[in-house]
């Protein structure tokens, strides 16, 4: 555990630990930062003719490739999940200002993002501003009167305005 784990104690998880409490076979699936990827852990009992516990197998097979492959398929599960509850949920919205809502309530549930703002780009190359999250509210300076005048054509500058201007992040 020093060497793989760089801790002083086996991790809680840790088969070998496990079998030397109860002298059972155990096997558990891990990601072990030290070596950046995902493991299939298992370990055996190895026993006399006494049946006493004499010695164990481990075995560390690199699951990493499949495991990525597993949670990219489940990404792309949530992620069409997420399009069709959009889809059926910004049907019945009659604003804009309603669908951008639903969308950010959405797009922050699955990215567990804090904030949110979703704005548009007019016809005189300007941004305004459609939808801002209550936390984007309780952060921004901006007095909610205000909003509308100060939150409608705004310039395209700073690093962000590239991503727009190039269409391409």
């Not at 699936?29 to 030290?34: D, H, K, L, T, Y």
């Not at 004499?54 to 990525?68: E, Y």
């Not at 969308?103 to 993002?113: D, L, N, P, R």
């Not at 703002?117 to 459609?130: F, P, R, V, Y």
Request: net charge negative; proline share 5%; glycine share 6%.
């Amino acid at each position: 555990f020093e060497v793989i784990h760089r801790t002083e104690a086996p991790p809680v998880f840790c088969p070998h630990n496990r079998l030397i409490h109860d002298h059972r076979y155990h096997r558990t699936e891990i990601f072990e930062p030290v070596l950046d990827g995902w493991f299939d852990v298992s370990v055996s009992p190895l026993r006399n003719d006494n049946n006493e516990l004499i010695g164990c197998i481990h075995i560390a097979r690199n699951i990493t490739r499949r495991k990525r492959a597993e949670l990219q398929d489940a990404r792309h599960q949530e992620l069409l999940d997420c399009t069709n509850r959009l889809l059926q949920e910004t049907i019945a919205c009659d604003t804009d200002e309603s669908v951008a809502r639903t969308c950010m309530s959405i797009v922050q549930e699955i990215t567990g993002s804090r904030f949110g703002w979703i704005g548009e780009l007019n016809a005189e190359g300007t941004l305004d501003s459609i939808a801002l999250t209550e936390p984007g509210w309780l952060e921004c300076q901006i007095p909610k009167d205000e909003s509308n005048r100060i939150l409608r054509g705004m310039p395209l500058r700073g690093i962000w305005s590239r991503v727009i201007l190039e269409r391409s992040s």
